[in-house]
């Protein structure tokens, strides 16, 4: 086992010589939701319910493969990686039969990402269960422990899912995440969580159904966690850490009453039931329900429509055979007939609602539940399951706790769960953007200001302009991070999810290059994370099949930073340059071969260097005029390594301009400087000015396993010190390419000696 490369020490993470390390990480890959044989993404119905003798090797991607989507995200910048996997991967042929086959994959997937030094968190995704209730995550024989028919989803609106949409091409975008507010994700994830309290009724081999599934869930993760622990050069070198679970979800516990459709339930469109509707058509019966849409103002009431399942219900009948899975239903439990009806919830004869309330209290103390209580109760009962598992294989591991999103964290601070090994890892999206596919530049709301009760009313929420809008994506940002340190205590924050949707405008970028919207998307997010101090990050997402007309090829989501149809953008060609004393690159403040740095270092500037590019091609299918994808925005200068504390950082994409302030206790050791990535794209050698408040610095481009990767390495005395660093300004949005391109660069290298001041 190798020593630990990264710890936890309160709000941050330090390396093994104490330096402050910020994780600027990725999700890789969304590819990994769906399997790779045959290969199925959700607009694909062939075969989908033959789901026993799938298989996810190759995913993320193919071991061929792999190092050049590592070389790419090393040449972005990123260090850290959010990995995808499903529990369908593990287990997707039965109960406790693991692919062996996928687990030496992913073994060999890392041991590539090894030689790449990113340090990865192993995240077991989920989205709305299970691909077969519309999502990702489970295998599908977990739906049959539930008692359920998934191939009756369609018909009773259980739930909405594309493979088995009747056209998969007009799929209704962000669809999917309405099936947490039906039927079949409610059923499900009340048993995940509260199976014993809920469902008393439900017993399986022996034990009921939330012991089950956790037991199986858990058991998989930690299987996997033993073959990583068995291969002996990736514990705490290359995987650092593992998530809890992505985007836990309550099901119908704290609601208070079935009959209506809950107040928080912000997220409204295409056809809305209440849960005792979803209840009623899931059982076979028509119901005349809402439809919502999502305007520029938020969800709206558009009108109703009939759901009529013609009698079907999504009950498996009791000729199911259960043999096939080895499962042994108790005798109360009765299959073809609904569960909750089992628990009298209401009266199938007579289609009468009996307890609208059975939800609202917790059975064993008759307390009244909301969000916080199921968090505390619920949710903390499946971490401590989890945590002791992955704990018992490595007992050093980081565990990202990821409590439902957007909701309280736990209430764990000076408890025994206020782990110091553990790291807050809530998710944040700009809804607007993501459910309406535009980037609206004149206003915006403070969504979780109006979820904590922070305004009268919401309209007073409302941002107008787009300065307003990115600091309120910055202050949302802070208030989440304040509060899990309220609740949870002194820990490291990142943020595993965010992202932006490129297909925005109807695919305008697509069809002009001109990707202006997701720039300013990207940047404001970006932004919003840099300037709340959050201990890192995790963007959602890289997927190695995107395609203009597929996107990530799930569910109609396009948020891939790459795209098979989209170029990427050129590097510099300079070659490889050591950090020497005598080199041109060190400020002129520091001419002397000092080690070490005194307060009297002071102010600097920069010298020329020479500079070229050279062009990308587009990918297949790309438009005439070259766009970039929006990568003007997440290619950005972060700190890697800072010998201190780190104050603040921020990067100015308008003015092509960073700034980083840190407070150090010493002065910077010789081999233990600073470091700072910076991207040639927007800081081009001799085109970039350098201010720092003292020592020395040197901008150098290292031959590593990522290619060419350029980073700024600063010598500094202790106490208080800041760095300015100035690059290109781009017109963004402009769709450059080939020749136009390298004019511009050349314009602006040209002008580079007018625009630096010597200080």
Known sequence: MSPLRLRVQGRHFRDPHHREVTLHGINVAGDAKYPANPDLPSHIPDDFFDADDVSFVGRPFSLESAHDHF??????GYNAIRYIFTWEAIEHAGPAKYDEEWIQHTIAVLRIAKDYGFYIWMDPHQDVWS??????????????????????????????VQNTYPNPEEF????????????????????????REFAPKAIINGMNIEDYLQKHFIDACKHLAQRIHEAEDLENDVVIGWESLNEPNRGLVGYRDISVIPEEQKLRKGTTPT???AILTASGRACEIETWDFGGLGPYKSGSALVDPEGQTIWLQPDYDETHYGFKRDPGWKLGECLWAQHGVWDPSSDTLLKKDYFSKDPSNGKPIDYEYFTNKWFMRYYRRHRDAVRGVFPEAILFCQPPVLEVPPTIKNTEDDDPNMVFSPHYYDGITLITKKWNRIWNVDVFGVLRGKYLTPAFAIKIGETAIRNCFRDQLAAIQEEGNTYMGEHPCVFTEFGIPYDMDDRYA??????????????????????????GFSLWVYC????????????????????????ELPTSASPPQTADPESPAYSRSQSTDTARVSPSNIKQTLSSESMTTNGSGAGTGAPDKVGYRAAEAYLRPAP????????????????CTFTLSLRAPNSTPSDLPTVIFLPDWHFPPGSTHVEASGGKWAISVDDEEGGLIQTLKWWHADGEQKIKIVGVKRPQGKALGGAEEEGYLE???????????VM
């Open 71 to 76: 070389r790419r995200l090393k040449r972005l």
């Open 747 to 757: 314009q602006c290298q040209q002008t580079a000696g007018r625009n630096c001041v």
């Open 640 to 655: 890697v390594v800072v010998h201190g504390n780190l104050q603040a950082f921020v990067f100015d994409l308008r003015n």
């Open 544 to 567: 190695a099949k995107n395609s203009h007309k597929w996107g990530d090829h799930w569910n109609g989501e396009d948020l891939s930073i790459f795209s098979l149809d989209d170029p």
């Open 131 to 160: 691909r077969f209730a519309g999502g990702s995550g489970a295998p599908l024989w977990t739906v049959y422990a539930c008692g359920l028919n998934p191939r009756a989803f369609d018909i009773t609106e259980a739930s909405l």
């Open 172 to 195: 209704p975008k962000m669809i999917w995440s309405t099936n947490y507010t039906r039927a079949a994700c409610q059923l499900i994830f009340t048993l995940f969580f509260a199976g």
């Open 275 to 277: 849960a005792w509707q």
């Open 510 to 535: 697509y069809k002009t290059g001109d990707y202006s919207s997701q720039i300013a998307a990207m940047d404001a997010n970006h932004f919003a994370l840099e300037a709340s101090h959050a201990a």
